[in-house]
Structure formats: structure tokens, C-alpha cells
């Protein structure tokens, strides 16, 4: 080995050095901060296990009404069919009016209004309508109320028209469909899959953004910064460091929410390589700390880190399919959410663990994070070069 390369590799193993040493110190700044320590605690740990076992977006013991004005055996048996898990019979009314009111009241969310000669309209062969008021001030616990509401009603006619065509001998000539549902991935629809999962997302998302904003700034305010810009490390170890040690951090508690909440209480599965989990949820980590970091170069304190924090972190949490269906938002805010990292973490994610699917499907997902990853990041730097100047 020549003078030259030997001179390389000295410089190359000074800058790692410098590096690990910032790095490390970053660690030690956050061990020292007992309450922010605490708080990314409970966010991977205790949180995650209130949002997945307390947050459902399912119909669940919808209170239902019901104004009986036949006191048949046929109306009986409809009422009947309102059954738990997915609605509560909350008694009867003797007026209607008094069902309309409590529906205005909020204290039901159902009024099922059944006519009276409901019995006799179906015995003699009559059509014969029951009506039913949804409270929808919910819109989508009111829409799946309806939903089920309506195959109820449905499959209370079908049995009707199966007694009284059966009887006569011509059931056999009715055409019929039958629908055969296949579930994927997650077959038993367990929703707590779900929730979690978004938890840990929403969380990764907001401390990869944060923990390098605050790290910064913190620097900003004792003061540091011309220390460190004086001494023999570079703007861009600086930054490094930051995020290196925050994304360590974070790789940490995301462990730990598979380890002691995801696996063990959710039943959560793992069907994908954990490896690539974690190299890509590293990649997200350094993408959303370019965003922290050029967060931290237009404020001067922690407040302020945190008001932008609102307003960047605000709409990737809502816009980017965790929270509402990707498809179904306006085309221009699909467009716009083209930008969010988080818009390609949420397929990798649930691709890995749900589907167990790996690199050749989620390639296009990798290559947009990694490119927003670069470029946020370049962005930063080149922020806080420029606020030096």
C-alpha cells in the first residue's frame, strides 16, 4: 500500500471516528432526558396497546329502537335478527315521534318503524316495507349500519320467499345467487392488525420527524453549534450524527412494540423478512429526519419545531392511507401525497408483515422513499450550510 491510499484510509477512519463519537454523543444527550425518553416509551409500548385494543372503526352495539305496530310473529322475528356484536336492542317506543326524538337526542342510532297488518300483508302475499331512520351524523358507522341492515332485512324476505315457494313445490325453479367470499392476508378481519400497526406508524413518523428537529434546535439554544463548527467536524457529520443516533433510536422502540405489544397481545404476524422491515423502517427513519432537520434550520426553539411539526406531520398522518383510504381521496390530493415518504412506508409495511411479500414487489415503494430519503436530506444540509453562511 502506497503513501496515498494509506493516506485515504487515515482519512477515511479519522471521519468514521468523528462520526461514531457524535453519534454517540447524541445518545448520551437523549438518555439524559428522562421525560422524552418516558414519553417514546409509552408511545411503542402502552399506546400502541390502547389504540389497537380501544380504537374500532367496525359497527359495535349500535343502539336500535323499535316502534312495533303489529305485536306479530313475524315482527318478532325481525326484531330478533338484530343481534349483537353489531347492534343493541335498546326496547320499544309507543309513539314514533318518541323514536325521532331520541334519534335527535343521540341516545339511539337506530329506529326500526314496523307498520301494523305486517303479518297479515305477509300471509295474504302483499309487499309490505318497514322503515328504518339511521342516525349518520357518523357517516361510516351510519353506512355500515345500513349495510347490515339491509342484508337482514334482505334475508328475512329470502326465508319468507323460500317457505312460500317451498310449499307450493317451485322452489327449485327460483334463480338464486350465491355469494362465496375469499378474505386474504388477514382472514379473520381482525381489525386490531390494523390499529396497531397505523399506531406504530403514526409514531415512527412523528419521532423520526422530532428527535432530529429537537437535537438541533437543543443545540441552537445552549448555544453548542459554534462550538461545534469550530472544532474538526463538518456540517454534514453534524447532521449525520443527529440522524443516525435518532434512527438507532427508533429502530429500539419499534422492536420493542413488536416484541411486547404487535406479537404477543395482537397475535400480529410476521410473514415477511424482519430484516428488510428494519432496513427499510431505517430508510423511512433517515427520510422523515431530512425533514426534521430542515424543520430545525427555520426555527430557533423546541416551540416553534413543534408548531411545524403540526403542520407537516398533520397532513401526512391523514392524507397518506392510514387513516382513510388512499383511493379515495380527491385526485389532486393523491398527487400531493406523491410526496409523502409515509404514502410508501404504509405499502411496505403492511406488504411485509401482512402479505409477506418482498423486494421485487415493494421495489418502486423502496426507490420513491429512498429517493425523497436523498433528497430531503441534501435539502437539509444545504439548509444549514446556508444558515452558517
Do not use: C
Amino acid at each position: 500500500m502506497n503513501s496515498g491510499n494509506v493516506a485515504k484510509f487515515g482519512a477515511v477512519r479519522l471521519w468514521t471516528l468523528r462520526l461514531f463519537v457524535m453519534t454517540r454523543k447524541e445518545l448520551l444527550q437523549l438518555r439524559r432526558d428522562v421525560p422524552l425518553l418516558l414519553f417514546l416509551i409509552y408511545s411503542f409500548s402502552l399506546s400502541a396497546y390502547i389504540s389497537g385494543a380501544g380504537i374500532s372503526m367496525q359497527l359495535s352495539n349500535a343502539r336500535l329502537l323499535v316502534h312495533d305496530g303489529d305485536h306479530s310473529a313475524s315482527s318478532r322475528e325481525l326484531i330478533h335478527r338484530f343481534q349483537e356484536p353489531y347492534f343493541q336492542f335498546e326496547g320499544e317506543v309507543q309513539d314514533p315521534k318518541e323514536g325521532v326524538k331520541r334519534l335527535d337526542q343521540g341516545t339511539a342510532m337506530l329506529f326500526l318503524d314496523i307498520p301494523s297488518r305486517f303479518h297479515e300483508s305477509i300471509g295474504g302475499g302483499e309487499p309490505v316495507s318497514v322503515q328504518l331512520q339511521i342516525d349518520t351524523t357518523n357517516a361510516p358507522q351510519g353506512l355500515s349500519a345500513a349495510s347490515y341492515a339491509a342484508r337482514i332485512v334482505g334475508g328475512f324476505s329470502h326465508d319468507l320467499a323460500s317457505l312460500r315457494f317451498g310449499s307450493s313445490g317451485n322452489l327449485l325453479d327460483m334463480p338464486s345467487i350465491e355469494s362465496a367470499h375469499r378474505v386474504w392476508y388477514n382472514q379473520n378481519q381482525d381489525e386490531t392488525w390494523f390499529q396497531s400497526i397505523a399506531h406504530i406508524l403514526r409514531m415512527i413518523t412523528l419521532f423520526g420527524f422530532l428527535l432530529p428537529a429537537a437535537a438541533l434546535v437543543r443545540e441552537k439554544e445552549h448555544g453548542t453549534v459554534e462550538q461545534l463548527l469550530v472544532s474538526p467536524v463538518t456540517p454534514l457529520q453534524i447532521m449525520l450524527s443527529k440522524v443516525l443516533a435518532m434512527t438507532l433510536v427508533i429502530l429500539a422502540a419499534t422492536a420493542l412494540a413488536m416484541v411486547t405489544v404487535l406479537k404477543p397481545v395482537f397475535g400480529v404476524p410476521v410473514k415477511g423478512s424482519v430484516a428488510l422491515f428494519f432496513v427499510l423502517t431505517a430508510l423511512y427513519s433517515f427520510t422523515t429526519a431530512g425533514l426534521g432537520l430542515f424543520a430545525a434550520t427555520v426555527t430557533r426553539n423546541q416551540a416553534q419545531v413543534g408548531m411545524i411539526a403540526l403542520l407537516v406531520i398533520a397532513p401526512m398522518l391523514l392524507l397518506s392511507g392510514i387513516a382513510t383510504p388512499y383511493e379515495a381521496m380527491p385526485s389532486w390530493v393523491q398527487s400531493l401525497m406523491a410526496l409523502s415518504p409515509l404514502r410508501y412506508y404504509g405499502d411496505v409495511t403492511y406488504g411485509i408483515l401482512l402479505k409477506g411479500v418482498g423486494f421485487d414487489v415493494l421495489w418502486d415503494s423502496i426507490l420513491a422513499m429512498a429517493l425523497l430519503g436523498g433528497a430531503l436530506f441534501g435539502f437539509g444540509l444545504w439548509r444549514f450550510r446556508k444558515q452558517l453562511e
